[in-house]
């Protein structure tokens, strides 16, 4: 059979990406570990009290030891859950000094939710059925905005809250 010149060409640049594009994928995954951030941790999404770190009073920010925290939340339509103050208002900014090492634990009770912390690291799907985790050191301080990036519904551009990072 015979082939055009530039047909080949094209052919075998095509199998080349193809090859490439899956080494590189396969050198992720399986090299470096890049995984969902759910970690296959299950929970079950019509009981998530039965998990300490999803309980009422255990909800939002956590100081755990000096310069590490623990944030835990609730991802439902539309809203994070991250406890209530002492009054009980709806908590919805958090404070972290500078140069802490901050867990995030979320979970949803719904549908599928997304967590970023716009400009850092903390980018993460949230899954019913699922804990996502992820740890970072927040060493910029700043506000961020800590907001839905899956789309949910309705009411997904009210979902979002504020996570402060003071020197
Ligand atoms: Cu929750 Cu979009």
């Known amino acids: 059979m015979h082939m055009h010149k530039y047909e080949k060409i094209w052919l075998t640049s095509g199998i080349v990406a193809l090859i490439l ?3 590189i994928l396969g050198f992720g995954a399986f090299y470096l570990g ?3 951030q759910s970690h296959g941790v299950r929970i079950d999404p019509e009981n998530i009290e039965a998990e300490e770190a999803f309980r009422q009073e255990n909800l939002g920010l956590t100081k ?3 310069d590490r ?3 835990n939340v609730v991802a439902s339509s539309f809203n994070y859950d ?3 103050d002492e009054d009980g208002t709806p908590i919805d900014q958090i404070r972290i000094p500078k140069g802490a090492t901050v ?3 979320a979970t949803s009770t719904d549908v599928v939710h997304g967590l ?3 400009g850092t690291n903390v980018n993460m799907m949230v899954e019913p059925g699922y804990i996502s985790s992820i740890e970072v050191e927040m ?3 700043g506000e961020y905005t800590l907001v839905c990036n899956e789309y949910c519904g309705v009411g997904h551009h009210m979902m979002y809250a504020t996570v402060e990072v003071y020197e």
């Open 21 to 23: 594009f899956l080494l």
């Open 139 to 141: 060493n910029s301080a």
């Open 64 to 66: 755990v030891d000096d």
């Open 69 to 71: 925290y623990i944030v």
């Open 82 to 84: 991250l406890g209530i």
């Open 116 to 118: 970023n912390v716009a």
């Open 34 to 36: 890049t995984h969902p």
């Open 103 to 105: 867990l995030f634990q």
